[in-house]
């Protein structure tokens, strides 16, 4: 009976023996998975007033996968693209169950083939340079955490690197000397280096020399020395977007994020004539194609290749044939 296999065993196992041991998944996929399955595992107990740990397999069908993305998406606000990373990480368990017991291969293939939802593709945000400028000065410099800010957005605007790589730096992640750079490690555990302005190095330097603190300890950290959470950093980054906000109208008409700044920067290099695939090397895209969006996003690259045109100044007109045997077909 299809019954008798108990969820909370094959949860367990997908999370120690899949992810963890085989595959090996970096922290912050195991983090994606688990906030999911967290969510999943309420939903079914609302559903069948049974608790997690009493669920079987057999509850979690295919219905109420569904109902639990249309929860997802109507009743928490998810966008699309939220809804379909949680049915990715839905899937892949239950693939590892169909691996695991034949038996319910039936089952699990109604969920593998329930679909992702279509979702827009919107033109990605960016600052321009006089709005980088206004950010970069919000923070108060005559405070320790406000010296930290600008250094941190600085290093932002300057690297491009995601969130989950900025609070995993560590000072000993820092070169500072010929050939300035951080070395991160990001998606898919690859570990990149990104070359350091001399702004971006005389701050760091600045910061680090104020800090004084271990090779192993945080780059960016709390006062009490704790590496910074995801959260934080989008605090931060909304704290002094507000403040230019109050001083720059053209801030109040967008939403700056993290992953705003991120996009920033890889405008930056496009706009600077830098090669696509330098910039996906630089981000630390897998492919090249994931580059292609800030294209589609820089107005001034389009005016360029429109400039290039030549206008159409031909009036219009009838076509006359010059031929009496070509009137005569023109005529049928």
């Not at 983090?31 to 967290?38: C, G, I, K, N, P």
């Not at 990480?89 to 693939?95: G, P, Q, T």
């Not at 780059?219 to 950093?233: E, K, Q």
Request: glycine share 4%; charged share 25%.
């Amino acid at each position: 009976m299809i019954a008798t296999y108990p969820l909370p065993v094959y949860v367990q196992r997908f999370f120690t023996e899949r992810l963890l041991t085989q595959m090996r998944a970096s922290p912050n996929t195991i983090a994606s998975y688990r906030d999911t399955f967290r969510l999943l595992l309420k939903y079914a107990e609302a559903q069948t007033k049974l608790p997690p740990t009493e669920l079987h397999v057999a509850h979690v069908d295919a219905d109420m996968i569904g109902r639990f993305l249309t929860f997802c998406e109507e009743e928490r606000g998810n966008s699309a693209r939220s809804r379909n990373t949680r049915l990715a990480a839905i899937r892949s368990f239950f693939k590892y169950v169909a691996g695991c017991e034949p038996q319910l291969l039936h089952h699990c293939q109604k969920v593998l083939a329930m679909p992702s939802k279509r979702h827009e593709k919107r033109v990605v945000d960016f600052l321009t340079r006089d709005e980088m400028e206004t950010l970069l000065k919000a923070p108060d410099q005559s405070t320790w955490f406000g010296r930290r800010d600008r250094v941190l957005l600085l290093t932002m605007f300057q690297t491009g690197l995601r969130v989950s790589e900025l609070i995993g730096l560590r000072v000993r992640d820092v070169e500072l000397g010929t050939g300035p750079h951080l070395r991160c490690m990001g998606k898919g555990r690859k570990e990149r280096a990104t070359p350091l302005r001399a702004d971006s190095r005389d701050a760091l330097r600045s910061w680090l020399a104020q800090i004084d603190a271990e090779p192993s300890d945080p780059l960016f950290a709390t006062i009490r020395g704790a590496p910074l959470s995801r959260d934080a950093v989008e605090r931060i980054v909304r704290k002094h977007s507000a403040t230019a906000a109050s001083t720059s109208s053209t801030f109040r008409l967008k939403r700056v994020t993290p992953h705003v700044l991120r996009h920033t920067a890889a405008m930056q290099l496009l706009q600077s004539g830098v090669d696509r695939t330098i910039i996906a090397l630089w981000l630390g895209h897998e492919s090249i194609e994931t580059t292609q969006v800030y294209i589609h996003a820089d107005i001034e690259l389009k005016e360029r290749a429109m400039a290039l045109t030549k206008p159409v100044d031909s009036t219009g007109g009838r076509y006359q044939p010059g031929d009496e045997l070509l009137a005569f077909l023109e005529a049928l």
